[in-house]
T-cell receptor
Framework: ETGVTQTPRHLVMGMTNKKSLKCEQH?????MYWYKQSAKKPLELMFV???????ENNSVPSRFSPECPNSSHLFLHLHTLQPEDSALYLC?????????????FGPGTRLTVT | KNEVEQSPQNLTAQEGEFITINCSYSVGISALHWLQQHPGGGIVSLFM???GKKKHGRLIATINIQEKHSSLHITASHPRDSAVYICAVRDPSNTGNQFYFGTGTSLTVIP
């Protein structure tokens, strides 16, 4: 138990569906992250929020839309996804964004797009 | 070419063996992390280091800043050590993307 929870753990969706992934951290951290992990590839940083403001958006397609309503919650809204978006989506948090602080990861959401 | 390279990609060991996983990186860093990912996906941070050596139980991590190389050692390996081990570095000069990750080393320890 790392103090970061993600729901759902598994999600199967069609290309025309709209769904959302949820992340919650109970660590009092100020930075939260979304990562994508595809098979045989390094983790890809998608979005970073620091103090509820988006600080990075690494050329992610607009069909992925993040939302950070407060420092404890992070959402990833999904719509009109493609089969190649099937992957493990990991949420993480750290004390602050800048500096060599450890990141604490959630268990991930395994997404399958059919 | 990835900024972080790990070797080997896959490793199978007998229980009790001493294991070494290597990580080389090509960027300047403020810290290097070793992460463990079990089947099912969850990632746990094992070590964060910027110099020297750290030890936690049967795990030892070392880093050589001049050579841009780090190693993760597991002594007296056990089947529960079976996981993917990921090396990640933080590059403070890159404001666009501060973390670089290796592709991971998949370790299987056989009883």
């Amino acid at each position: 138990e790392t103090g970061v929870t993600q729901t759902p753990r598994h999600l199967v969706m069609g290309m025309t569906n709209k769904k959302s992934l949820k992340c919650e951290q109970h660590l009092g951290h100020n930075a939260m992250y979304w990562y994508k992990q595809s098979a045989k590839k390094p983790l890809e940083l998608m979005f970073v929020y620091s103090l509820e403001e988006r600080v990075e958006n690494n050329s992610v397609p607009s069909r992925f839309s993040p939302e950070c309503p407060n420092s404890s919650h992070l959402f990833l809204h999904l719509h009109t996804l493609q089969p190649e978006d099937s992957a493990l989506y990991l949420c993480a948090s750290s004390q602050v964004f800048r500096g060599p602080y450890e990141q604490y990861f959630g268990p991930g959401t395994r997404l399958t797009v059919t | 070419k990835n900024e972080v390279e790990q070797s080997p990609q896959n490793l199978t060991a007998q229980e009790g063996e001493f294991i070494t996983i290597n990580c080389s990186y090509s960027v300047g860093i403020s810290a290097l992390h070793w992460l463990q990912q079990h089947p099912g996906g969850g990632i746990v941070s094992l070590f964060m280091l910027s110099s020297g050596k750290k030890k936690h139980g049967r795990l030892i991590a070392t880093i050589n800043i001049q050579e841009k190389h780090s190693s993760l050692h597991i002594t007296a390996s056990h089947p529960r050590d079976s996981a993917v081990y990921i090396c990640a570095v933080r590059d403070p000069s890159n404001t666009g993307n501060q973390f670089y990750f290796g592709t991971g080393t998949s370790l299987t320890v056989i009883p």
